[in-house]
C-alpha cells in the first residue's frame, strides 16, 4: 500500500468550521523512557523535535458534545505560543500548518482513532476565503 506513516492534511480538512483552544500548551511527556524521579520528554521520530500538546474545542456543530475536543501535537523546539484573545471572544480561535493525521486503533473502544500533529500554530487568517479541496483529496473522518 501506498500510504504509510503520517497523511498531510489541510486545517481546513480537519476543522472546517475552526477550532479554539481550550487548553494549556504542554509538553509530551515520554512515558516508555521515563522513570520514578526523572521525567523525559516525548521527541517525535522523523524529526527530533520537541512534541508540544494542546486541547482544542472543534467548532463544527454537527460534532457530537463528547467528541469536541480533540488534542493537536504540535511539533516544535520551544514551546508554541498561544495567539492573542480577541475581545469579546471567551475563547480563543487558532489555526495549524503542516498538519498530518495517522489513524490508529483506541486501545479502550477499539474504534479507528486519529492522532492529529502540526509544525505550528497561528492566529486564524482573516479576510481569505478558505482553500478549496480538489477532488479526490479530501480525508474523511
Same mark, same amino acid.
Given at each position: 500500500?501506498?500510504?504509510?506513516?503520517?497523511?498531510?492534511?489541510?486545517?481546513?480538512?480537519?476543522?472546517?468550521?475552526?477550532?479554539?483552544?481550550?487548553?494549556?500548551?504542554?509538553?509530551?511527556?515520554?512515558?516508555?523512557?521515563?522513570? *520514578?524521579?526523572?521525567?523525559?520528554?516525548?521527541?517525535? *521520530?522523523?524529526?527530533?523535535?520537541?512534541?508540544?500538546?494542546?486541547?482544542?474545542?472543534?467548532?463544527?456543530?454537527?460534532?457530537?458534545?463528547?467528541?469536541?475536543?480533540?488534542?493537536? *501535537?504540535?511539533? %516544535?523546539?520551544?514551546?508554541?505560543?498561544?495567539?492573542?484573545?480577541?475581545?469579546?471572544?471567551?475563547?480563543?480561535?487558532?489555526?495549524?500548518?503542516?498538519?498530518?493525521?495517522?489513524?490508529?486503533?483506541?486501545?479502550?473502544?477499539?474504534?479507528?482513532?486519529? %492522532?492529529?500533529?502540526?509544525?505550528?500554530?497561528?492566529?486564524?487568517?482573516?479576510?481569505?476565503?478558505?482553500?478549496?479541496?480538489?477532488?479526490?483529496?479530501?480525508?474523511?473522518?
Amino acid at each position: 500500500m501506498a500510504l504509510q506513516g503520517p497523511i498531510p492534511v489541510r486545517f481546513e480538512q480537519v476543522f472546517p468550521h475552526g477550532c479554539f483552544i481550550v487548553g494549556e500548551v504542554e509538553q509530551v511527556k515520554d512515558f516508555d523512557a521515563s522513570s *520514578k524521579g526523572r521525567t523525559v520528554y516525548a521527541k517525535d *521520530k522523523t524529526t527530533g523535535e520537541l512534541v508540544w500538546q494542546v486541547a482544542v474545542m472543534d467548532a463544527d456543530p454537527t460534532v457530537k458534545a463528547g467528541q469536541k475536543t480533540v488534542a493537536v *501535537k504540535i511539533l %516544535s523546539p520551544v514551546q508554541p505560543v498561544v495567539p492573542a484573545a480577541l475581545p469579546g471572544v471567551p475563547f480563543v480561535p487558532v489555526e495549524f500548518d503542516g498538519m498530518t493525521a495517522t489513524a490508529y486503533v483506541g486501545q479502550n473502544t477499539g474504534r479507528l482513532a486519529w %492522532s492529529i500533529r502540526a509544525t505550528a500554530m497561528r492566529a486564524p487568517r482573516t479576510g481569505a476565503a478558505p482553500a478549496k479541496a480538489s477532488a479526490g483529496k479530501d480525508v474523511a473522518a
